[in-house]
């Protein structure tokens, strides 16, 4: 049996490349697809959160409580402030 030659050491080399390359853009993708639920889970989390504390500020007003809640965004979360 003979040795294999140097095109076909090349082409196995040039196609585990691929593979290799393939399966790092399905990770890329799938850690992608990852951070674009977890963002979206927040998103939606804070929303509700929003939506509360406006239900919270509406009671408070129909009970003539002087206390309103209001949000500002800090550098990483929203914050709440009591007025």
Do not use: W
């Amino acid at each position: 049996m003979s040795a294999p030659s140097l095109t076909q050491h090349t082409v196995a080399v040039n196609k585990s490349a691929m593979y290799l390359k393939q399966s790092k853009a399905r990770e890329e993708k799938k850690d992608q697809i990852l951070a674009l639920t977890i963002s979206k889970g927040k998103n939606e989390f804070e929303y509700d959160c929003l939506i509360k504390m406006g239900e919270a500020n509406e009671m408070a007003q129909a009970l003539g409580e002087t206390i309103t809640y209001r949000t500002y965004r800090g550098a990483v979360t929203i914050k709440l402030a009591l007025y």
